[in-house]
């Protein structure tokens, strides 16, 4: 509590007591690369396809959480959640786009081991028994990794090249900023009445993502 007896957010508690995770995860010197304009375009290419099978995987994962929404929470979190859906359409749109644009086959693309070891996490939240305020916490975190990830490579001073800029702008829009802040709210107020034990099960789905965000990148920029 502060003083004047409010509840501190539980979600800014988390980023600065795992900030150097946070910071791993977010400033990478995979997409640093790409904010000095040294990025290696065969990594970047690696990155493109690999993301293109997980945001596949991360529809699923998005119907599961507003599917936890409906049975559990309010309705104006609903509309949120699925103006998230909404948006992988175009996402997947997107992908294939740029795989045109770069050369990409995305038919002949198999999931590298980093991908699959995210994809099944993903995965295991179809399970009922994942409570929504997890399963929230974790939608939020993986879109604010991407927020904060590609706006830094749009913020003063960047040397990103012409070409990556619409990249970026995808996650490090102001807009995307916005949406990613109204996660945020609706996860600090779910946690505010969540039990101390999904409470620490949603700090923990936190971390994780975290750890695979990082797997993720490092397996873009070496294959690993
Ligand atoms: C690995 C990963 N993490 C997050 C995002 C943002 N939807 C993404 N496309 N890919």
């Avoid at 900030?19 to 290419?45: C, L, N």
């Avoid at 103006?83 to 770069?102: M, P, Q, R, Y």
């Avoid at 003063?156 to 990249?167: D, Q, V």
């Amino acid at each position: 509590m502060d003083g004047d007896g409010v509840e501190a957010a539980t979600t800014a508690a988390w980023m600065e007591r795992h900030r150097q995770m946070y910071e791993r995860a977010t400033r990478h010197p995979f997409t640093v690369s790409i904010r000095d304009g040294t990025v290696d375009m065969s990594a970047f290419k690696r990155w493109l396809s690999q993301d293109y099978i997980f945001v596949r995987e991360f529809v699923a994962f998005i119907a599961s959480v507003l599917l936890k929404c409906c049975k559990q929470a309010e309705s104006s979190d609903m509309e949120i959640i699925l103006g998230g859906v909404a948006s992988i359409s175009d996402e997947l749109s997107w992908f294939k786009n740029e795989a045109t644009k770069w050369g990409v086959d995305l038919a002949s693309v198999s999931p590298l081991e980093s991908n699959s070891e995210y994809c099944r996490f993903l995965q295991s939240f179809t399970e009922p028994e994942i409570s929504y305020v997890v399963a929230v916490t974790t939608f939020w975190i993986i879109e604010t990794v991407y927020q904060d990830s590609f706006g830094f490579c749009i913020e003063e001073g960047n040397k990103t090249p012409p070409e990556l800029l619409g990249t970026c702008q995808r996650w490090g829009s102001p807009e995307f900023k916005q949406y990613c802040k109204s996660l945020q709210r609706i996860v600090d107020r779910c946690l505010a009445k969540a039990p101390a034990d999904v409470v620490k099960s949603a700090e923990e789905a936190f971390t994780r993502v975290l750890q695979l965000e990082v797997g993720f990148w490092e397996m873009s920029s070496s294959q690993s």
